[in-house]
């Protein structure tokens, strides 16, 4: 079946710093979304990537849909505190359709 | 716009109890989804619905949880009996329709302890 695999489980990142996470799946996904769940809270939805190759910013925010639709990124520069959190993304392919399988997420610590 | 309400926020029961969850999604969407968080890991799906019929419920322990939504609104999660892997929080989430871009809406989610 269906997985979608993050790598890393988890950032440590200094304020001020970039750092990317990445989202792979073992199946041809026909959209990926993206969630952030800060601690405590619920996933909130950031973004959703449908076209081969999409690239897509939120302010210090950017999202990529690989050119096979098999992986995405989320890149993020000059960290904040307030990016703190975890950051799942949610694939869906077209004989699942509205079924979005979440990776285990990747968890940001941000030091000041 | 109301989000999506669950309650009850939190829950404590003894293994082999049952329990029961409430969700009412936001107004108008037409999907439902019932989410299994485990700590440290995604939400896993547990069942899905278009309205009030079950679109997905592959990933549903069906000898123990069970979930209806009568009238394609309100929405409940069963447990019965309870057992002490079931300790996790159980998300509901609603959207607009099972289609192409349509962003899930998540409750605050109601955390289960099973001692």
């Known amino acids: 079946g269906q997985q979608v695999m993050q790598i890393p489980q988890y950032q440590h990142v200094q304020e001020g710093e970039d750092f990317t996470t990445y989202c792979n799946s073992s199946t041809t996904l026909s959209n990926i979304q993206w969630y952030k769940q800060r601690p405590g809270g619920h996933p909130v939805f950031l973004i959703q990537l449908v076209k081969s190759g999409e690239v897509k910013k939120q302010k210090r925010l950017t999202f990529q849909f690989g050119e096979a639709k098999k992986n995405s990124s989320l890149h993020i520069t000059a960290t904040q505190t307030t990016d703190v959190g975890t950051y799942f993304c949610?694939?869906?392919?077209?004989?699942?359709?509205?079924?979005?399988?979440f990776g285990a997420g990747t968890q940001v610590v941000v030091t000041p | 716009e109301a989000g999506v309400a669950q309650s009850p926020r939190y829950k404590i029961i003894e293994k082999r109890q049952s329990v029961a969850f409430w969700c009412n999604p936001i107004s108008g969407h037409a999907t439902l989804y019932w989410y299994q968080q485990i700590l440290g890991q995604g939400p896993k799906l547990l069942i899905q619905f278009q309205n009030n019929g079950v679109v997905d419920d592959s990933q549903l322990p069906k000898d123990r949880f069970s979930a209806e939504r009568l009238k394609g609104v309100d929405s409940t999660l069963k447990i019965q009996p309870a057992k002490l892997e079931d300790s996790a929080v159980y998300l509901c989430a609603s959207s607009l329709s099972r289609g192409l871009g349509t962003e899930a809406f998540f409750g605050q989610g109601t955390r289960l302890t099973v001692v």
């Open positions: 949610a694939g869906t392919t077209t004989d699942s359709w509205g079924k979005f399988q």
